[in-house]
């Protein structure tokens, strides 16, 4: 079995996925942190690779940038490969002062002002919640290992913030309540697919950039900086 994006045969993905957005990330994963593994899809360049992590099966996929790609790989890993969890790690832009490069964030739920719900499924929702069973599990592995983890409600925008011409006409159209702690891309697309499919979702974030701070994390930081995350999504997933 394959679908229009994805080569891999059923059966040759785990019930639980590690999804990064570079492809980049999802081999430097398996290639730093797996005890062996095998590549299997590499169309468009979305590498997916399956393996062992201390014993257990995982697959490590990448979804790309933005909403749309997020959502097609996601519903197809759900509907079609019979994936069960799928735990996003990335990156994202701080709103809290006291956040800092790198520091790593847990979202609850997930606000986009966007529309991919009402194209979607005709539902005209605007914030959905993550897996309160994956973020416990989440939570409770960071403890155990001594990780700091900032947990709060996150924007996922059409673009990416600092390219806005003004982000705080942005942020004053988020409705009241919401009290983002940061920003991506991904996460409304995986939350609310997953909720349609009646599957689990997360997302952990690493901070490569704030408002509050002149210093930007480099790429090459982004593939590599951020092991903290990559560990404690992977101590997380064999647990599940």
Avoid at 50 to 76: D, N, R
Avoid at 89 to 101: D, N, Q, T, V, W
């Amino acid at each position: 079995m394959s679908t229009p994006h994805n080569e891999a045969k059923k059966g040759e993905i785990a019930k639980t996925v590690i999804m990064p957005g570079d492809p980049l990330r999802a081999k430097y994963i398996v290639e730093n942190f797996f005890e062996e593994y095998k590549l299997v899809n590499q169309v468009r360049g979305m590498y997916a690779y399956t393996g062992k992590y201390k014993g257990k099966e995982i697959s490590v996929m990448a979804s790309g940038m933005g909403m749309p790609s997020m959502g097609i790989y996601s519903y197809e890993l759900y509907k079609f490969y019979e994936v069960e969890n799928i735990i996003r790690i990335g990156s994202c832009g701080a709103y809290l002062p006291e956040l800092k490069l790198f520091d790593i964030i847990l979202s609850t739920n997930a606000y986009s002002e966007g529309n991919f719900a009402l194209s979607l499924n005709n539902d005209n929702c605007h914030i959905v919640p993550s897996s309160e069973y994956i973020n416990n599990i989440i939570e409770n592995t960071a403890k155990e290992n001594k990780i700091n983890l900032t947990k709060g409600n996150t924007i996922c925008s059409d673009c990416f913030d600092v390219y806005m011409t003004d982000v705080n006409k942005f942020l004053s159209r988020v409705p009241k309540g919401v009290n983002p702690v940061s920003a991506e891309m991904e996460a409304f697309a995986l939350f609310y697919v997953a909720k349609l499919l009646n599957k689990n979702a997360s997302c952990l974030m690493s901070v490569v950039d704030s408002k509050f701070i002149t210093e930007v994390a480099t790429t090459e930081q982004r593939q590599t900086g951020l092991n903290n995350m990559i560990k404690l999504a992977l101590d997380s997933a064999i647990t599940i």
